[in-house]
């Protein structure tokens, strides 16, 4: 099939020999294009290749796929809600609906590759809260995978960050869903979350696991986060994920008294946290693995200008290389531009 390079993405295979204007050789045929690869055909000027497409890219497979997930996502979020209100009314998590909810959608999350498109589908239209463990608990065990863990151990990891939040059901909803910024006595208040969640999920006879991460999901590597102010030696890794899941769905995600921000600028200042905050670990893995996803999005500009991002940028990966029409934009040279809004 031949395609104009910029509408390559990683994954695509060259079915011949690619040569420049001038004659020059650039890449052999059976090659397997990254973004690497898609740079330096743009740098040859190489305008048409011939590739032969995966199927795991093909479109058609993508929706089909995201579409089989989105109920078991919708799922999650209800089953949330339930959960949440019962440990309010009991003081007790039923581990039985828990794992009802948790098997099928981790079943499902195996076979999505592109977690920003998956990001993308998801529509808040729920209370925060409950959107918000979906999300973390998704995320999580997304994040324990990349890093190694094995099938048993990631899934324990998504249930953990699906429960981080079951000690909200404590605090008041005149303080929680407060529009304004919250006064010291209100914060501290808020905090106490973490203990709450600990307690129902001890009390529950859970895993011990997600009690810690109810516990220390607010903790930070130089020691200077909540509840107990201990510093990363003294954090379980779990918690060390959640905490990034955590941190990086409160920003994408609409809440009473923030707007939603653009997922590249989030994952900048995770990046930016890492040094000190968040466990570089996690992070970094939660960034490895999703800029490659970004490649072939639509997105809208600051400027108001719609373009794709067609390659990631080595000199700063949260500043892509976009194209409107026959112009190419380097964001990491434009900075007066930034990407407001990526399109599913």
């Not at 490895?288 to 390659?311: A, D, E």
Request: with cysteine.
């Amino acid at each position: 099939m031949r395609v104009h390079v910029t509408d390559l993405k990683p994954g695509d295979i060259l079915q011949a020999d690619t040569f420049s204007a001038h004659g020059l050789h650039v890449l052999q045929k059976n090659t397997k294009l990254g973004p690497e690869e898609i740079s330096k055909l743009l740098k040859h000027h190489v305008e048409f290749v011939e590739v032969e497409l995966p199927i795991e890219v093909q479109p058609s497979k993508k929706e089909e796929s995201l579409s089989k997930v989105k109920p078991h996502l919708a799922q999650a979020i209800d089953g949330f809600e339930n959960i949440y209100l019962e440990a309010l009314s009991t003081g007790k998590v039923n581990d039985t609906v828990v794992e009802d909810i948790m098997h099928p959608l981790v079943d499902q999350l195996v076979e999505q590759k592109d977690i920003v498109s998956l990001l993308l589908v998801l529509e808040q239209d729920d209370d925060y809260t409950y959107h918000h463990s979906m999300q973390v608990g998704m995320l999580s065990y997304y994040i324990a995978t990349w890093l190694g863990y094995s099938k048993k151990e990631s899934y324990l990891a998504g249930k953990a960050g699906y429960l981080h939040d079951i000690g909200k059901c404590r605090i008041p909803s005149d303080i929680l869903n407060k529009p304004g910024k919250l006064t010291p006595e209100e914060f501290e208040i808020v905090k106490l979350h973490t203990t709450y969640g600990y307690e129902i999920i001890r009390d529950s006879s859970l895993d011990e696991v997600s009690a810690l991460v109810a516990l220390q999901h607010h903790e930070r590597d130089d020691g200077t986060g909540y509840p107990l102010r201990v510093n990363k030696h003294n954090v379980h890794p779990f918690s060390q994920i959640t905490a990034v899941a955590d941190v990086f769905s409160a920003m994408t995600t609409h809440r009473v008294y923030q707007s939603k921000q653009a997922l590249l600028t989030v994952l900048k200042e995770i990046y930016d946290l890492s040094f000190g905050k968040l466990n570089p670990k996690p992070t970094q893995a939660l960034i490895r693995h999703m800029t490659p996803n970004f490649i072939g999005k639509n997105v809208v500009l600051s400027n108001g200008k719609s373009g794709k991002i067609i390659m990631n940028n080595n000199i700063d990966f949260f500043r892509p290389l976009v194209q409107i029409d026959d112009i190419f934009i380097d964001l990491s040279i434009e900075s007066h531009l930034s990407i407001e809004r990526i399109l599913v």
